[in-house]
């Protein structure tokens, strides 16, 4: 959360407690399949709200629309689904009877969907387990380890493939991430590039792009 409204939620909260209510929190989540490592189950889920955007212009009106007479004419607004937004992921490690061992959490800035897919990979190695989703051009990680975190969110580049490339803004069209074997995952999609270098490459090209990620 940001910083203002992360205080607002502690606040309503030691409200809640010194009043001896119960907290309750409201969340959707996106609950993925278990993964299963030696002793432990660990969850991964993400949390998202539907937004909504209103439309409004003059007009006769319908029967879906509440109307209201302003001034010289009809005023009509409507609410439009405006897709789904991610807030956070949230991992869980739990023993073979089902009881909560640990949790911990990674934000998610700037993804809007309007299909509700998953994002947020987690790759396991020894004790660690990476936590990983790609925006634009940039792959976003934070490394964990049960309640601490041992990296926090760090953001990589997709790689490009000659000097000099660069992606134009809003020119990389992610299309998936995929875990293929072990801590091995490929990103793929489309993206605008644009070489000012003067090599011998097209100074700009639409290309279809697989990047292979690994964490050890």
């Known amino acids: 959360m940001r910083a203002g409204r992360e205080k607002r939620v502690r606040n309503r909260i ?6 001896g209510k119960r907290i309750k ?3 959707r989540f996106l609950v993925h399949s278990l993964i299963e ?3 432990q189950y660990v969850l991964l889920g993400e949390a998202f709200y ?5 439309i409004s212009g003059t007009g006769g009106g319908n029967f879906f629309n509440p109307v209201a007479t302003v001034n010289r004419g ?5 609410l439009v689904f405006d897709g789904y937004r991610y807030t956070h992921a949230v991992v869980l490690g739990f023993n073979k009877s089902g009881d909560l061992l640990w949790d911990n959490s990674f934000e998610i800035n700037d993804i809007v969907s309007f299909e509700l897919e998953q994002f947020v990979h987690a790759s396991k190695s020894g004790d660690n387990i990476a936590l990983l989703y ?4 940039q792959i976003r990680s934070k490394v964990i380890m049960e ?6 969110k760090e953001l990589l580049d997709v790689a490009l493939k ?7 803004e809003g020119g990389t069209n992610l299309i998936g991430l995929n875990k293929w074997y072990g801590n091995t995952f490929f990103i793929y999609g489309t993206q605008t590039v644009r070489n000012a270098s003067g090599a011998a490459v097209v100074p700009k090209r639409d290309v279809f792009f697989i990047n292979k990620v690994e964490y050890k």
């Open 147 to 152: 309640n601490d975190v041992v990296e926090g």
């Open 162 to 168: 000659y000097d000099g490339d660069e992606t134009t």
């Open 37 to 39: 490592y030696e002793d």
């Open 50 to 54: 539907p937004k909504y955007r209103n």
């Open 25 to 27: 929190f409201n969340y």
């Open 74 to 78: 009809l005023y009509s607004s409507s």
């Open 134 to 137: 790609v925006y634009d051009n």
């Open 14 to 19: 030691e409200r809640r407690k010194i009043k």
